[in-house]
């Protein structure tokens, strides 16, 4: 089956920096992924939708300004929080959707902790 | 507008027990449907989905959830839980090629 990574895994940073998720399928090319952020005991909440190539398309309410994404290539995507605070401690998930069905995989998530 | 309701949210069973964990879904056109586990700190897996045909799928680990048109239910299924089986399990609806809409979850509890 198809093979995402992210990395870090977890990441711990002060409050103001920037932090960078890699998020890599390491079996297959997709044209387009997907950054989900999910709070402790809550539901993944969509973010943004990417196409290599293009700009991302952001969902309501996500500062495109701080979350800068990426989609380098058709098996790379990179999500950029931009001075961070503690507001955006969070565990972040990317998918890339795969066939005509958009089924989605997904990749292990990344918690991010903002001091 | 697509929408997905998981009303359990927590649902303890104890080992070896059955369980069924209900998803019901609003949609005008026809969807695809799927079920994510996912265990503590990390991401989704795939469990099962439905994209056509048969309404009775089966899945990884022993799980299966039946596709009802009439009642837009899909709902999750195993005859007999395993320890292993504690996580969190999230219903998704896709309308054809858009993206996917997640349920609020479902926290299933093994206890021996």
């Known amino acids: 089956g198809a093979v995402v990574s992210q990395h870090p895994s977890r990441v711990i940073c002060k409050s103001g920096t920037s932090v960078k998720i890699e998020c890599r399928s390491l079996?297959?090319?997709?044209?387009?992924m997907f950054w989900y952020r999910q709070f402790p005991k809550q539901s993944l909440m969509l973010m943004a939708t990417?196409?290599?190539?293009?700009?991302?398309?952001?969902e309501q309410g996500v500062e495109k300004d701080k979350f800068l994404i990426n989609h380098a290539s058709l098996t790379l995507s990179t999500l950029t929080v931009t001075s961070a605070h503690p507001e955006d401690s969070s565990f972040y998930i990317c998918?890339?959707?795969?066939?005509?069905?958009?089924?989605?995989?997904f990749g292990p998530g990344t918690r991010l902790t903002v001091l | 507008a697509q929408s997905v309701t998981q009303l359990d949210s927590q649902v303890p069973v104890f080992e070896e027990a059955p369980v069924e964990l209900r998803c019901n879904y609003s949609?005008?056109?026809?969807?695809?449907l799927f079920w994510y586990v996912q265990y503590p700190n990390q991401g989704l897996q795939l469990l099962l989905k439905y994209l056509s045909g048969s309404t009775l799928v089966k899945g990884i680990n022993g799980f299966e959830a039946e596709f009802n048109k009439s009642q837009t239910s899909f709902h999750l299924r195993k005859p007999s839980v395993h320890i292993s089986d504690t996580a969190e399990y999230f219903c998704?609806?896709?309308?054809?090629?858009?993206?996917?809409?997640f349920g609020t979850g479902t926290r299933l509890t093994v206890i021996p």
């Open positions: 079996d297959f090319q997709a044209t387009t």
């Open positions: 998704a609806v896709s309308e054809e090629a858009n993206n996917l809409f």
């Open positions: 949609s005008s056109v026809s969807v695809y």
């Open positions: 990417s196409n290599e190539g293009s700009k991302a398309t952001y």
């Open positions: 998918s890339f959707k795969a066939g005509s069905y958009n089924e989605q995989f």
